[in-house]
């Protein structure tokens, strides 16, 4: 379940919460983090077109935000695909009075997982589960994307406090992963990998052993000679009916 947080000053925040149960939907509220206990306030939902199976969420400005759709829950085919590396959803994007819109760009990759957003809201960066990719591209128009194979099924993306994108995945094959998968009694003990995506290009080799996280401190090319830059500003310390926004 993916979570995202639009900071704002005065210490009320908007929180997003990827949503699974008696619908599927992108559940918003309001966090008061002025109080010693912090006050969540449900304030409504969007929800998802038919067929969409969330998992990240990342904030936009202007009260929208992007989300990843990890299949199509209408298509048999969809996990056959995602074991191919095949393109198996994609990303959304939803805005104030507008609505849910496919993110043409993003059609490329294979199981759309975690998903983050520049400063500046212009870029967002995609975890590709099923082809082991970390994407860059630009949220508006047909610009640039850049693209890095990780070595591993990327699955989390997080900002760190030094600036800098940090992508989490495992290295096992699907199959293994699958069986492990939720609503199934077989614990997951995959070996898994922590890569730091740098703006030196310069590559290093990344270190992963079962139950440590293996660390790339520096990534340096995409595809050709292309490289993804990945830098964020240190960030500061700092049961419903479904009422959908609008």
């Given amino acids: 379940m993916g979570s995202a947080c639009a900071a704002a000053r005065g ?20 966090l008061d983090a002025r109080r010693p206990t ?18 990240g969420v990342a904030a936009l400005p202007g009260g929208a935000f992007a989300a990843t759709s990890f299949m199509d829950t209408r298509d048999p085919k969809s ?39 520049s400063a500046d809201g212009r870029q967002l960066f995609v975890a590709g589960w099923g082809d082991q990719t970390v994407v860059r591209l630009p949220v508006v128009g047909t610009g640039r ?14 900002w760190g406090p030094d600036g800098y994108l940090y992508a989490t995945g495992q290295r096992d094959s699907l199959q293994n992963l699958f069986k492990c998968a939720p609503n199934t009694s077989k614990r997951c003990d995959s070996p898994f990998s922590v890569l730091r995506i740098d703006q030196d290009p ?18 340096g090319r995409a595809e050709g000679r292309r490289q993804l830059l990945a830098r964020h500003p240190p960030r500061r310390p700092d049961r419903h009916r479904a009422r959908e926004l609008d």
């Fill in 11 to 30: 210490g009320t925040h908007t929180l997003y919460v990827v949503h699974h149960g008696e619908r599927e939907s992108v559940e918003v509220f309001e």
């Fill in 202 to 219: 310069a590559d290093a080799r990344s270190r992963a052993r079962p139950g440590k996280a293996g660390v790339r401190s520096r990534l």
């Fill in 79 to 117: 996990l056959a695909k995602i074991e191919a590396g095949e393109p198996a959803s994609g990303v959304l994007i939803w805005r104030p009075k507008i609505g849910w819109r496919t993110l043409p760009g993003a059609a490329f990759i294979s199981a759309d997982n975690g998903i983050k957003a």
């Fill in 145 to 158: 994307r850049d693209v890095i194979k990780t070595g591993f099924h990327t699955d989390n993306l997080r």
């Fill in 38 to 55: 912090p006050l969540l306030t449900w304030v409504g939902c969007a929800v998802y077109p038919a067929g969409v199976s969330g998992n």
